[in-house]
T-cell receptor, first 112, second 112 residues
Framework: EDQVTQSPEALRLQEGESSSLNCSYT??????LFWYRQDPGKGPEFLFT???AGEEKEKERLKATLTKKESFLHITAPKPEDSATYLC?????????????FGQGTILTVHP | DAGVIQSPRHEVTEMGQEVTLRCKPI?????LFWYRQTMMRGLELLIY????????DSGMPEDRFSAKMPNASFSTLKIQPSEPRDSAVYFC??????????FGPGTRLTVT
């Protein structure tokens, strides 16, 4: 069974304090690893897709990386507006083509 | 594009009543997904469609739940009869060729 596990469940940072969120996945035939941001009361917002080990993508203070077993979302010099829940999801393909398996999310709080 | 559109945004109903949630996917997207999100269980996939055909409904909790997609621009999720444990935020998402999914703003359902 496909599984995605995120850690930590919650992370509290001071403004400017860089850190990383982890997403471990067990998926047969990974076709893509997705990161989303979700603000309270809103739907998840797409951030990145990673397709193969070694791939990296950046957007402002966020950088996502991928290995054969896990993905990291690095946050450099975060600001309070980066506070949100970050979700990762894996696309296994095959008979489940199109379906994403989501992790439980990491709640990030950045204090000024 | 206006993004994924969901209605209503909030629904409060009494136990035993029928509830219908509506979704308009992004034009040109061929996959449509219905999710339910709660604090306890996180984001759960209920059912998804490809080219208006249901592909996997294994996440539908029980026979009280049903979903239809009569055409490429409209889908409904119906709960009949509703129960208090159905209270959650329901999201609709769409994607093109099984790539990244774009989520709507959600419908917050409260069953009293």
């Amino acid at each position: 069974e496909d599984q995605v596990t995120q850690s930590p469940e919650a992370l509290r940072l001071q403004e400017g304090e860089s850190s990383s969120l982890n997403c471990s996945y067990t998926v047969s035939g990974l076709r893509g690893l997705f990161w989303y941001r979700q603000d309270p009361g809103k739907g998840p917002e797409f951030l990145f897709t990673l397709y193969s080990a070694g791939e990296e993508k950046e957007k402002e203070r966020l950088k996502a990386t991928l290995t054969k077993k896990e993905s990291f979302l690095h946050i450099t010099a975060p600001k309070p507006e980066d506070s949100a829940t970050y979700l990762c999801a894996a696309h296994a393909g095959g008979t489940s083509y199109g379906k994403l398996t989501f992790g439980q999310g990491t709640i990030l709080t950045v204090h000024p | 594009d206006a993004g994924v559109i969901q209605s209503p945004r909030h629904e409060v109903t009494e136990m035993g009543q029928e509830v219908t949630l509506r979704c308009k996917p992004i034009s040109g997207h061929d996959y449509l997904f219905w999710y339910r999100q709660t604090m306890m269980r996180g984001l759960e996939l209920l059912i998804y469609f490809n080219n208006n055909v249901p592909i996997d409904d294994s996440g539908m909790p029980e026979d009280r739940f049903s979903a239809k997609m009569p055409n490429a621009s409209f889908s409904t999720l119906k709960i009949q009869p509703s129960e208090p444990r159905d209270s959650a935020v329901y999201f609709c998402a769409s994607s093109e060729r099984g790539n990244e999914q774009y989520f709507g703003p959600g419908t917050r359902l409260t069953v009293t």
